[in-house]
């Protein structure tokens, strides 16, 4: 026999034993990353679609068109939260169902959606959260802060006529104003307005979405449609201006200057230091209490935006961003009363260079027009800065 065969020999059995358990070791760490990416995944395709879902229930703030949001999934539709996961896909018997509000994907698994990557399904029963336990761990998905942040909003608005008119006592209650939204149920319910005499009105307990306003003048019969886009926790700004066609609103002057708030002569006054902000008196002999509530203050230049208007030591108005320009509506977070024979102080401060802040702006020199929402009209003239 050839000698090179003769001099070969096997593994022993202690070098088989020491290969197979480092075999087995290798595949033990191999399985236990491979367990590991898989969890990874089941979790990472848990939370997106946990993410469709939400989107699916209160909608996608990414959808918009002409820069408004246009998509407010199933509580944009019905004004309340979905009972369950089923009502996303499934109209449950209500009228302003729109849906399925869930992606083509999702229709065709009619199941698939309401169970997480480990095979449990997940747990939401009309709250503000979703709850997936398939991973042993509870991973919860918030849809919102709050309930109300989605249903219970708010919105000022203000109607003038085509001069700028408020309605004043005269018109006030020949306006109507009118709401449609989602009551909730599977129906639509209007709620129904009358502006103040300054023109001003809040809509309520406002669900969100895309709702029709429409603000009537009955004598003529001239209807303005709008449509209001509600955000989740709209508290009431910004406040919207609406005109109509025609100067309805014709002020009542017929009991001449006497009818109307003036301005105490000599009362203009610039502060001193960085001259940004300007006050005035004004005084009330028109033989009664008087209710402002809101004013417009415009000047040519220089270009300014102002924060506050600060009525007899009252901060009415505190427009931060953005702040108020030439021209535009202030109006006050309540209205306020100039009694009879009364006069008291007007302060329009922090003017700024930009709607959003900027530099100080010097107003030394300006001459400013005054018009409040009862048509009183006069004008302010500030010198140079001390």
Known sequence: MNSHFRNQHGFSLIELTVIIVIIGILVAVAMKSMTTV???????????????????????????????RTDFGYVGDIGAFPPDLAALMTNPGLGTWDGPYLPAGFVQDSDGYRIDEWGQ?????????ITSNGSGTAITKKIADAAPDYLLNTF???????DNNPPGTIYFDSVTVGITIPNGTGANSSKNYT?????????????VGQHPLRII??????TLLRYITVLPRHKSQPVIIYYFAAAYFTPDTTGGS??????????DSIYAG?????????????????????LRLTWVNPTAYYHYVIWDGITVVNENNPKVGAGEMAVFSSPRTINDGESLKIQIEEFRSQPSGGSRVNMQNTVFTVVLSDGSTFDVTVGGCP
Do not use: H
């Not at 990874?40 to 408004?68: H, N, S, Y």
């Not at 502006?195 to 406002?206: K, R, V």
């Open 258 to 267: 006497d009818s109307m708030l003036t301005k105490v002569p000599g009362s």
């Open 156 to 162: 000022r608005v203000v109607i003038r006529d085509a």
């Open 195 to 207: 502006p103040d005499s300054a023109g001003n009105f809040t809509l309520d307990s406002l669900p």
């Open 217 to 222: 003048y009955t004598p003529q019969v001239d």
């Open 121 to 129: 399904p997940y747990n939401y029963s009309g709250g503000t959260t």
């Open 274 to 294: 960085f001259c940004n902000n300007i006050s005035f008196w004004i005084e009330n002999n028109t033989g009664g209490d008087v209710t402002i509530a809101s």
């Open 38 to 68: 898989t969890e990874d995944v089941r979790l990472v395709k848990t939370e997106q679609e946990m993410e469709r879902l939400a989107r699916a229930i209160v909608g996608d703030p990414d959808i918009t068109a002409g820069g408004a």
